[in-house]
């Protein structure tokens, strides 16, 4: 018995709707990615956010160990007029990342009189996202004694 | 109809028991008959009509995501963006104690502080608003002495609430109330969310007002 010849639609259907959802599927692992992609963003956003935020704790946990007024206006190599002036004079071998080494925080003081100081301390992590938080605190005046934030902003 | 035996060599896809070709195929040369045509159009219109509601559907879907995305997005924006001001309100760039809550109430607050230490804040960001309109369906913000602009909208089925909680983190005010200058000057903690109608917390967080002293 001779078989009938095959006819149909099957394969072009197929291909037509494949046609039809190939846009589709793009646009949704395009949407998928975008979205991935701002959750990266604002994640280091926030890390950065904190990792600035240590960097004023760490500036104050110094400063509450005692140290020096003049100190601070000579930068980490104890030296006036050098390039580093201005830049918080933290102890050799601190760690300045939090809290991973994808994000490294920078503080800088400046004395704005009456015994305050301004402490600025700027985050940069992954993409070049960086936060500045800055600090207005008064200087302990008995060794020991923890310094007082006045006042504290997040500088956009 | 009558078969006519392809002698010159058949295709490959031709049936294969035709003794007769040099491949032992058969060609089936008769074409295609007016009724297999209008079947055959008639299959595929009603297959197309099945695929046309089926992307429809699929558009319907991603468009339906992408704005709740979207929502979902300037939602987390807002809230950042509050959360950030709620921070830096009472800020005094000369170190004076300021009071950075001027105004709170369940779904508005205005906000006050002094980053150029010059004493008053009526410079620009020295005075920030956040007010929930509910006719407009959207959050507005407004800034120094201007008025209030669409912050976020689109907020349908959706309301800003604010809770306001002291050092020992116990709420102050209730839901409807206005607080008072004693509790503004109490509170440390304010929980900021939008909620649905029902409750239903949609976004929040919650932020310490870091300059209250």
Redesign the interface.
């Given at each position: 018995m001779?078989?009938e010849?095959q006819r149909g639609?099957a394969l072009v259907?197929a291909l037509?709707?494949i046609a039809?959802?190939l846009p589709?599927a793009s646009?949704?692992q395009l949407?998928a990615k975008l979205?991935a992609l701002?959750a990266g963003n604002?994640r280091h956003q926030s890390q950065a956010f904190y990792s600035a935020e240590s960097g004023v704790a760490l500036a104050l946990e110094t400063l509450a160990s005692g140290i020096d007024a003049a100190a601070l206006d000579a930068g980490p190599d104890g030296v006036d007029g050098t390039g580093d002036d201005g830049r918080f004079p933290f102890p050799p071998g601190h760690a300045n990342e939090f809290p991973t080494g994808d994000y490294e925080f920078e503080v800088g003081v400046r004395h704005?009189g009456?015994g305050?100081i301004e402490l600025v301390s700027r985050a940069v992590g992954p993409r070049n996202i960086a936060r500045t938080v800055r600090a207005?605190v008064?200087l302990p005046t008995a060794l020991g004694a923890p310094p007082e934030v006045?006042?504290?902003?997040?500088i956009? | 109809m009558e078969t006519v035996a392809w002698t010159g060599g058949g295709p490959p896809w031709?049936?294969v028991?035709?003794p007769g070709t040099a491949h032992g195929h058969a060609c089936?040369c008769r074409g295609v008959s007016l009724l297999e045509v209008i079947v055959?159009a008639a299959?595929?219109a009603v297959?197309?009509v099945q695929?046309a509601s089926?992307?429809r559907t699929?558009?319907q879907a991603?468009h339906s995501?992408?704005n709740s995305?979207e929502r979902d997005?300037s939602l987390?924006l807002a809230l950042e963006a509050i959360a950030?001001d709620v921070?830096?309100c009472?800020?005094?760039?000369?170190?004076?104690a300021l009071s950075g809550i001027e105004a709170a109430q369940s779904d508005a607050i205005h906000l006050i502080?002094d980053?150029n230490g010059d004493g008053d804040h009526d410079d620009a960001n020295e005075r920030i608003r956040y007010v929930f309109d509910p006719s407009a369906k959207a959050l507005r913000r407004a800034t120094g002495l201007s008025g209030a602009q669409v912050f976020v909208e689109g907020l349908d089925g959706l309301q800003l609430r604010l809770r306001y909680f002291d050092a020992f983190g116990t709420e102050i005010g209730t839901a409807a109330s206005v607080l008072n200058a004693t509790q503004r000057a109490a509170a440390r903690r304010i929980d900021v969310t939008f909620e649905s109608v029902n409750g239903a917390v949609v976004a929040g967080t919650s932020v310490h007002v870091?300059?209250a002293r």
């Open positions: 001779k078989p010849r639609v259907s037509a709707l039809l959802m589709l646009q949704v949407q979205e701002i604002s704005l009456d305050q207005v008064e006045l006042g504290w902003q997040e956009r | 031709a049936p028991d035709n089936n055959a299959f595929v297959m197309s695929a089926w992307v699929a558009l991603i995501l992408e995305a997005r987390w950030a921070r830096n009472g800020f005094s760039g000369a170190g004076a502080s980053p870091r300059n």
